[in-house]
């Protein structure tokens, strides 16, 4: 059953991430909108910036219903974990994600339903910015707990080792220190920057494809203007993740060693490593890949000035996590590589004034690397995730400690696979058809006729 | 000395407001079903803005729950593993639904009423598993606490959780029609009211008979006052305002607590020793009032905006 719980909730929260990533987005894309729209009004503009709402309203929709999927699952399927969380100061941050929550539903009811109700010139802009500030104050939230479980704080276990048993006791020493762990700056900064640039990729691949297919004009002209803004979020977000990544990873170093030593794939502890792509262990020794001579101790060196560098061996072999994360990782840092190669290419026609859209080549290449970032996005989490096991409290409790094991979970947990198989391709249906089939200007009220006005 | 459990009433008034939404999507749900055509503008105009309110509302109860009874956690997840998850099923079929037939133009067979009479039926579906969570929180019925689980064959053995789920649907077949003022219906709004009411009542009686009390008077009153002052014609417009049903239904919720409070599932789980306790109390304390002041001046400016919308229809009639 522990494999079981472990699936259910990474296929769930893996599926969860995608509409996360869209939402974030995709409010950040409104709101510059809405700050340009602000500055000069134009038909056009105040058209698109509806239509991108509608997207928004109907990925904030099944967004909420999926949060509330994960939020209730790790009940259900981790009743352990969510015990310990309930009983410390980081069930703070799910409580405070509630009025984040608020914020951003009341923001958005008001900006979308209410339209023209305020006459203030500033009100959709203003509106759009509240919404967009709750979205991110919710993955700002959610992301502390998930640095927590990382390197956790506030609190013990009453046990000899510090451990957690069936007989446990937690005991807190501080209720609000879970909401600023040493690794809580930085994992905030790297997963913000990561999401908001994987989910802008994602709805550039969608504008280029449109860019491609499109044979009208004005819907060229609309496309060209958001393609030019996702272009420059899009390389402002890839140098972010760069930074904030070097970062997370000399805050691994720092704080979870064993967690570092197996995505570097360090057999031992030592000095002067290489950086290794690839490879597996044999025998203690790392076999196959390529080795990029004394490049890992430089980093870490000039990351965090540690020269003696963390190795598996130091740690018991029941405490490592499966050594495929070194892969995982090795992907992660070439495709992050890859992308900003592509998009180091397209500052360059930006420097040079040239038109990136009339290079097919280059449209091509955004439709196919859109949604490579959203893959390399999915194999960062799953880097970061499947790095912690066993544990699901670094070095204080497992998954297996956390889990339950009732086998009635096993009927409805494939029904909610299937059930996420069938919305999240209908969700992207709806995201496309809603925004193709409203060109005209509208409002949002209900229509006599069904439906909304159109 | 006798101390006031804070937290436990500050929990149980987050779930009455949120059940309080989302019987009025109950009844929007129900009245969907049976009169589409006639009702839907109706309807519509309240649900549309409001579904993810109440959404937002069930998730601040789940956490909030989280946070006040930390020890309750692993019995709920080992009793009612299967039904939370179909719970989950159905509110993402909710939420799609509504929120696909909001923008949906017709193409093929896909249009606005099937997506919202999914809405509907998804909507009816979570109330019914909701209702049979919650008559085992109040009587215990079909749940054993020594081996922690739930038998729905037991349960549908047991008289009160039927009267518990047929009370409750006819309650909100009565006030539907208040709440959506439609007045073709309300020579049907008391009659059902009144028997909703004694066949809850009964229910109550049945699921818990250690716990039931003479409370129980406070919030029939509440509730059989709805469709009365909706039948005296100078007083309907205080209950056909929305806000008002809204506040009074929460208030009628809330003046059910003594069914599960000092003690839950039939008098056999003492609420106050599963009660968070030590410094954790403060934080919740803190966060609740911080978060409900957030929460109060966002609803004033949705009711500022509901008001301000409300009379330039009225100055700008469709």
Redesign the interface.
Known sequence: MVSFDRFLFAFTIGSHIILVAMSISLILLITVFEYFNLRKRDEAQTNLIRRLKRVFVISFGVGTASGIVVAVELVNLFPGFMTVVSETGIIGAFYLEIFAFFLETIALVLYVYFEGVFKWKYTNFTLATITAFGTLLSAVLITMVNAWMNTPNGFYFDTANGMYSSTAKVVVTNVWAPLATVSTFSEIVHVLSTTVFAGTMLIGSYFAYRYVKSRNDNDRNIFRSVLRKISGISIIGIVLAGITGSNEMATLLKYQPLKYAAMDLNPTPGTGFPERLFGIISNGKVVGGIQIPGLQALLAKLETGIVQLPGLSSYPQSTWPPLWIHDTFDVMVIGGLILGLYLFILFLFFVFKKEYVKNRPMLYLQIILGLFAFFIYEDGWVTDEVGRQPWIIYNMMTVSQASNYSTSLLIPGYLIIAFYIIVIPSTFYFFARIFNSTRGPENLSPSPQGGVDH | MLIINYIFYIDFAIFSVFVTLFITEIMGGVMILIGWDRY??GI??YI???W??T??F???W???S??A???I??P???IF??M??????L??????T????????K?GWL???KLYSGYAFSTLLIAIVVLIILSGIIGGTGINLSTLSFSAGSWALNAGGWLFLIGAVIIALGLAPVFYNVIDLKKITLPFTALGIVISTLSFYILSPGTFSAMVIIPVIMTILIPVLYLIQPLRMIVVNKLFFIGWGSIDIFSMNFMVYPDAFGGKLPVDAFT?S???T???YA??L??II??GI??I??AF??K??SI?TIEHP?
Do not use: C, H, Q
């Open positions: 839907r503008k519509l105009d549309v803005p409001v993810e309110v959404g937002t069930a998730a601040f789940v956490v909030a989280d946070f009874f930390p020890k956690l692993i709920v997840a080992d593993p299967w939370i998850m179909l719970f989950l099923i509110f993402v079929a909710r939420n799609s509504i929120v696909f037939a909001e923008f949906i133009i193409k249009d606005e009423r968070t030590g410094p954790m403060g934080m919740f966060i609740s911080a978060g957030i929460l966002l609803v400016f949705y905006a509901v301000r919308k330039e469709v």
